[in-house]
Every structure is written in structure tokens, then in C-alpha cells.
């Protein structure tokens, strides 16, 4: 229970961690440095204090005092006083001279002299060769240096063994062990302030976070981008891609690679925006044959433009949206107006019961009856789906209310589909024939749309046609495309978004008209009806 209990251990803050290993590194390198450079120093100075002590001896070994007094007895004074004087002068711990034998000429104790030199360390010396070694005699531990003498003749006549105290050459790589211990807490210092700076950079270059902060919002960030349906893109500085969401793969990648000229919409707009610093919001680009609805920002840090991101969605089902939305809101609006008909009638009934007119009351129900039958129950009983069925009636009381007529063929029959994209595009369709009929007639003091619509295996062909103005030949081929437009500008979407619509499902839209008479359009959709395989 204890362990569980435990809260569990956060991570490691960034401060602390970048602090160890930057002062592990600088650690590990300054103890190294300091151990190989202890190293020389001591070696240079050993070799320092040896190469002092051979230049003592062979200044001795050549002084002319030296060489007589090697041709006298030991005992005779002609050796003590200069080896005396020398030792003193370069602070040696003793300057000895021996003949061929081994014999002392000169020693710190006089008492000693006319005796046998102590250690092996002088041999080679007697050999002619000069030596240098660490050895004790009669005094202290001592760095001890040997060179021949030679008399005129250049004939071995004796030894200068020159010795200088261990300690004071400890001493002497001891102040030079204190300058590289300084020069590493120097070091140390400089390191130290260096690394407080550098974390500060980097605290201040990631806005305050740890890094797995830093990690955990970059997943959800992933996360987010990847859920979004809007396709989203970003770009650098210099235009090249960033980012891009899997929504955006799926619309700009699908029938091509990510570059081709499908594309150059979206890619227009992120260098527009690059340049200009000036967002460019809900534009309509056509891209890899979809219409897209895009917004495209630029990304600023500290006034300075570093990128920009658009994002997009198909607008094609925003247009989908908005018509389902039409369609219902004009079913809303037939029932609304039904009621209130209804209403009506239902005060005309009492009217009549109350003033007992039972004939007029019976003439005016069956009147009424009829109409019902004639007007709604006609529409209920061959259109089938209610999402249709209360489209056409909204749009046949908005053709009542502009002063037009829209008649529903008698042969029409249209079954009921659980295909909601049929459905949908189906209103879409008709949405935009029925409108621009009647947008045309608008000169027209009387015009009649009529509207068949016929289902047969699995199809349903639609047939919309008005007593308009008609279309002009040359632009039978281009109302399709998008842009295209006689009322003005900003126009030309609707019937481009019909045409791509039943190209997704597979289905067609076609034209014909004779200007001043007539114009037909002729719709044919798969239509997933409950019936077809009956």
C-alpha cells in the first residue's frame, strides 16, 4: 500500500538536467586536462631542477680548483671551500667530489671526508658516463646528479655528485601543482557561469517549458491536427511544407502528387500571404477538382513573418449542409403556412356550424378535401421521401409568392432512399434549377416551371424546364463551369457544385434550350431506393 501510495516521480527539470551534464562534461574534461597537465608540469619541473643540478656539477667538474685538488691527498682544502661555497650559493643539499675510487674530497660534514661515497648511483659515473638518480647516503633523500672530471689530458681523474633535497623539489611541483588547481577553479567558474547562461537561452528559446511538456504538447497537437477534417498546411519562410494534416493528404493527394498544377490555388495563396504579411480569408479556389473554402494567416514571432498556414475544407459539403438546412427550413415554412390554413378552415367549419348551414358546411369540406388531395396529398403520395416532398412543397409556395407557377408531373414518383447523400445532393440539384428558373422569369409577369421526376431500376432521371428567356447557344457549354455567370460577379458556383456533386455519384446533368421558348435540363442520379431490388 506504501508503494502505491507513493506519488510517482516527476521528470527531471530541463535546468537541472542540462546543469549535470554540461558540469559532467566540463568535469570530466577539467580533470582530465588538470591530470595531464600535473603531469608535465611535474616532469618539466623535475627535469628543470635536474637539468640545474647537471650544470652545477659540470661547471664544477671543469673549475681548475677541482682538477688540482684531486691530484692532493683527500684531506687537504683545496676541494672544501669551493664545493662550500657552491652548495650554498644554489641552495644544494651537498656538492660532493670523489677521486677514481669512490673517495669524498668535499662534504657538507667534514668529518666524512677521506671516506667511501655511499650508493651504487656512482658507478657509472666512474665509467665516464653522467648519471642521475634518486638515493640516500649520509644525508636527507635526495635528487642526486654525477658527471666525470677530466684532467687537461682528458684522462677520468674523478666525480661531482651534486645533490639537491627531494623536498625541495616537491616544493617546487607542489606551487606549480597550486597554478593548475587556480587555473581549474577558474575554470570551473567560467563553466558554471556559462551553463546558468546557456539554460536561460534555452528556457527563454522554449517559452518557460520542460521538455516533456514540450513532448506532451506536441502529441496532442498531432493528435489535433490529425482529428481535424479542415485540411490544414503550413509552410517556412522560404515556402517549403511543414505540415500537413492527414484531412489535406486525402483532398490534395489523392488523384496527384503534392506540387502539380491542381495544386498551385493553395500554394498561390501561402506565397501571397508570405509576401504581402496580409491574411487572405474565405477564398474559393477550385484544387485537385474540388472547391475549397480556404482561410491562409500568416505566423509571426516578434513582427517577423516565419511561415504561414491555410486551412480548408470542401465546400462542397458546407453546400450540402446549407441545402439540407434549405430544404428544411422550407419544409418548416409549408407546414407553418399548412397550419395556418388549417387553422382558417377549422374557423370557417365553425363559422358554418354555428349559423347551421349544413349544406354550404358540406360543399366547403369536400372543396377542401380536395384541394388537399390535389396540392399536398398528390406530393405525399408520389414523393416518397419526406426530405423531398417538403422541399417541393417549399419551393412550389415560394413560386406562388414571386407570382410563377411550379407543377409536380402527375406520372412523377420518387421512392424513398436511407441514402442521405443522394438525398442531398438530389435537393441540391433541383435547388439550383428551380431557382434560377424562376431567377429568370423574373421579367416575365407569368411563367410556369414544370418538374417530372421518374424512377426506374435504380435511377432517377429528372427533368426541370421553364417558358424562360432560354440560354444563348454560346453559353450552353460554359453554364457549368465555375465563374460562369450572366447575373454579375461573384456568381457561377451553383451550377458548378450540381454538376461536380453528380459526377461523385456517378450521375449527369445536361441541357438544352431555344432562346425566347424554352429550357430543359435533364438530371439522371443513382437513387438507392428501398424498391429497386423488389
Known amino acids: 500500500m506504501n508503494t502505491m501510495s507513493k506519488a510517482r516521480k516527476g521528470p527531471m527539470k530541463l535546468s537541472t538536467t542540462v546543469t549535470l551534464m554540461v558540469c559532467s562534461v566540463i568535469g570530466s574534461v577539467l580533470l582530465l586536462a588538470f591530470a595531464l597537465w600535473f603531469w608535465q608540469i611535474s616532469n618539466a619541473t623535475r627535469d628543470g631542477v635536474k637539468e640545474t643540478a647537471l650544470a652545477v656539477a659540470r661547471t664544477l667538474a671543469d673549475a681548475p680548483e677541482v682538477k688540482r685538488g684531486l691530484l692532493l691527498p683527500p684531506g687537504s682544502s683545496a676541494i672544501q671551500p669551493l664545493a662550500q661555497a657552491v652548495t650554498k650559493r644554489n641552495d644544494l643539499l651537498f656538492a660532493v667530489v670523489t677521486d677514481m675510487r669512490g673517495i669524498r674530497y668535499s662534504h657538507p660534514d667534514q668529518k666524512i671526508i ?29 635528487l642526486r646528479v654525477f658527471t666525470p672530471v677530466y684532467n687537461d689530458q682528458r684522462q677520468q681523474i674523478g666525480v ?8 625541495k623539489v616537491n616544493e617546487q611541483v607542489s606551487r606549480s601543482r597550486w597554478a593548475v588547481i587556480g587555473m581549474v577553479l577558474f575554470s570551473i567558474f567560467i563553466g558554471t557561469l556559462g551553463t546558468w547562461r546557456l539554460v536561460r537561452v534555452l528556457k527563454r528559446i522554449l517559452l518557460g517549458l520542460e521538455p516533456h511538456e514540450i513532448s506532451a504538447q506536441f502529441k496532442q497537437r498531432q493528435a489535433m491536427l490529425q482529428s481535424l477534417k479542415e485540411g490544414v498546411i503550413a509552410v517556412d519562410a522560404q515556402g517549403r511544407v511543414t505540415l500537413i494534416n492527414h484531412a489535406a493528404r486525402q483532398m490534395l493527394l489523392s488523384n496527384a ?8 490555388p493553395i500554394l498561390a495563396d501561402l506565397r501571397e500571404v508570405l509576401r504581402t504579411g496580409v491574411a487572405i480569408q474565405d477564398q474559393e479556389i477550385g484544387c ?5 473554402l480556404s482561410n491562409t494567416v500568416p505566423v509571426r514571432s516578434q513582427e517577423t513573418i516565419i511561415g ?39 374557423h370557417v367549419i365553425l363559422g358554418l356550424l354555428n349559423l347551421k348551414n349544413y349544406g354550404k358546411l358540406e360543399e366547403y369540406v369536400l372543396q377542401t378535401a380536395q384541394n388537399y ?25 415560394r413560386a406562388q409568392e414571386r407570382g410563377y407557377i411550379l407543377t ?20 441540391t440539384v433541383l435547388g439550383n434549377l428551380i431557382e434560377n428558373a424562376l431567377d429568370a422569369m423574373s421579367n416575365q409577369e407569368e411563367g410556369e416551371v414544370s418538374l417530372l421526376l421518374h424512377y426506374q431500376q435504380g435511377w432517377l432521371m429528372c427533368e426541370v424546364s421553364d417558358d424562360g428567356p432560354g440560354i444563348a447557344p454560346g453559353n450552353l457549354g460554359e453554364i457549368f463551369r465555375k465563374g460562369f455567370s450572366t447575373k454579375g460577379e461573384n456568381r457561377g458556383v ?23 421558348v424554352f429550357t430543359q435540363f435533364f438530371v439522371h442520379l443513382p437513387w438507392d431506393s428501398e424498391r429497386k431490388n423488389a
Open 114 to 142: 677521506g671516506q667511501n661515497f655511499i650508493g651504487n648511483d656512482l658507478l657509472p659515473a666512474l665509467q665516464g658516463k653522467e648519471n642521475v638518480a634518486v638515493n640516500r647516503g649520509v644525508l636527507a633523500p635526495a
Open 160 to 167: 661531482v655528485a651534486v645533490g639537491i633535497s627531494l623536498n
Open 257 to 264: 502528387g503534392f506540387g502539380d498544377s491542381g495544386h498551385e
Open 288 to 292: 485537385n477538382g474540388l472547391l475549397l
Open 308 to 346: 504561414a498556414i491555410s486551412t480548408f475544407r470542401d465546400k462542397t459539403e458546407v453546400s450540402q449542409l446549407l441545402q439540407r438546412l434549405d430544404g428544411m427550413v422550407n419544409y418548416v415554412d409549408a407546414l407553418r403556412a399548412a397550419s395556418h390554413e388549417f387553422m382558417n378552415k377549422l
Open 373 to 397: 388531395q390535389n396540392d399536398i396529398g398528390a406530393i405525399q403520395h408520389r414523393i416518397k421521401s419526406p426530405v423531398v416532398a417538403g422541399f417541393l412543397l417549399g419551393k412550389i409556395q
Open 408 to 427: 409536380l408531373a402527375d406520372e412523377s414518383l420518387v421512392p424513398d432512399n436511407p441514402n442521405e447523400k443522394q438525398v442531398t445532393v438530389l435537393v
Open 494 to 516: 451553383g451550377l458548378f457544385l450540381a454538376s461536380q456533386q453528380l459526377n461523385e455519384l456517378g450521375g449527369s446533368i445536361s441541357v438544352e434550350s431555344e432562346p425566347g
